[in-house]
């Protein structure tokens, strides 16, 4: 490469990353077909439109490529419509708003401090500018178990147009059949926002809200997918609906789509149609219960009680007295990188507070089993307890990257 001042930071970063393992829940590391699409010569390419009905000339190959995206995302997730457009997570939210409801209409989505996500309603976020966003909660942050009556509650006097199950930071299993009953119930349209599962539900490991009559699903593609950043939305069968949404994304949201990712999501979606891909996403869940287990057996709280799915959610600071903060930062320092995270109920701000976040989806990735898992967990642990030992840090740092040395990052999946 001939920019070398980049050339530099692409390598200090892959070396960032080969000698620490991450564990922020929502990162993976992607196969070099994923990359070589990504890095193609799509990234030239102008394609406004949809595969057919392009504003530009020189479409050939790019309604290919659209379309096998398309037909694959389709089967992944057992529908009949997808637009692989959204540039990630967060447009593909807002294109769902814009394509179903009108200004100051309401929508029903999970409290950010309880799991949801910013896009869900915050209120420093567009979506919130424009529509009245209510939230339900858990009943019991020690089960992580959603108040369903309190939900039903909200939408039989607030009426939402939109009712949103998903999260980010919420490791149960949410009981789809009940959003999908109290929607009915009020008349509300119900979207599932699964980035951070959709690698579990493509796999099969994790129950598919489809099939449970949810209309919607929207999602990242770059989490336990593993493919390249950026988002997808999902029709089950509504065409009125899904071409609502088309409208919303191009012209409503976004220009001309990236053709390079979408190239990259049909590569990525044809690696999660494969038996490995499956063993993966078991895996994955295995992992973080034995890191669940590590943590229950010191006593440190986990919102939620544990884990259904990759993700765990501690109270460090109530179990350990060490703040969100710390621990991240104590963390890094031995090559481990996950985030701090609000707790529900949390006294503490949210640049320090009660809790970290972390999973298991790129350690998996590097091949990680339950017993390294532990080893992990029991050396955070450690870390957490003496974080001012500078002679134990040194010594779990050297574990963490012989651990790194011996799980290379694969190049390959499939
Ligand atoms: N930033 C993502 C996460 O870490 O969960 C969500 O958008």
Redesign the pocket.
């Known amino acids: 490469m001939r920019d070398k001042k980049i050339e530099k930071l692409i390598k200090s970063e892959e070396k960032r990353q080969a000698e620490g393992l991450e564990l922020?829940p929502?990162e993976n590391y992607v196969s070099e077909d994923v990359l070589r699409a990504n890095g193609s010569v799509f990234t030239n390419k102008y394609s406004e439109g949809y595969p057919g009905r392009r504003y530009y000339g020189g479409q050939d190959f790019t309604d290919q490529v659209e379309t096998l995206a398309i037909e694959r995302a389709c089967k992944l997730f057992n529908c009949k419509y997808a637009n692989v457009q959204p540039h990630s997570?967060a447009p593909a939210n807002l294109a769902v708003y814009a394509a179903l409801l009108s200004p100051g209409d309401t929508v029903l989505g999970m409290d950010l401090s309880h799991g949801g996500?910013l896009t869900h309603g915050h209120p420093m976020t567009l979506p919130a500018k424009i529509y009245k966003f209510v939230t339900y909660k858990m009943k019991n942050p020690d089960t992580g178990e959603i108040d369903y009556e309190e939900m039903r509650r909200v939408a039989i006097a607030e009426k939402p147009k939109l009712i949103i199950a998903g999260f980010?930071a919420y490791s149960k299993t949410l009981n789809y059949k009940k959003f999908v009953e109290i929607a009915r119930e009020v008349g509300a349209i119900t979207m599932a926002d699964m980035?951070?599962i959709a690698g579990l539900i493509a796999a099969g490991v994790l129950r598919n809200p489809f099939d449970d009559g949810f209309d919607i699903i929207t999602s990242t593609t770059h989490k336990t997918l593993r493919g390249p950043r950026g988002g997808i939305i999902l029709t089950r069968e509504d065409e009125e609906i899904a071409k609502k949404i088309d409208k919303a994304i191009f012209p409503g949201i976004q220009g001309g789509p990236h053709m390079h990712t979408i190239a990259a999501k049909a590569v990525a979606f044809g690696e999660a149609m494969t038996p490995k891909f499956k063993k993966y996403a078991l895996q994955i869940l295995k992992n973080a219960k034995a890191m669940e287990q590590v943590f229950h057996k010191n006593k440190i709280r986990m919102i939620g009680g544990g884990t259904d799915n990759h993700l765990i959610l501690a109270d460090v600071f109530g179990s350990l007295g060490v703040t969100g903060k710390e621990a991240q930062t104590v963390l890094d320092e031995v090559g481990i990188t996950l985030n701090m995270n609000s707790i529900a109920g949390d006294t503490r701000k949210p640049l320090d507070p009660s809790g970290i976040r972390f999973g298991t989806p790129a350690i998996t990735t590097r091949g990680f089993k339950e017993k390294e898992c532990a080893c992990v967990a029991e050396l955070m642990i450690k870390v957490l307890k003496n974080k001012d030992n500078k002679k134990i840090k040194e010594s779990v740092h050297k574990e963490i990257k012989k651990l790194a040395k011996k799980f290379p990052i694969p190049k390959k999946f499939v």
């Open positions: 922020i929502s997570g996500h980010s980035a951070h």
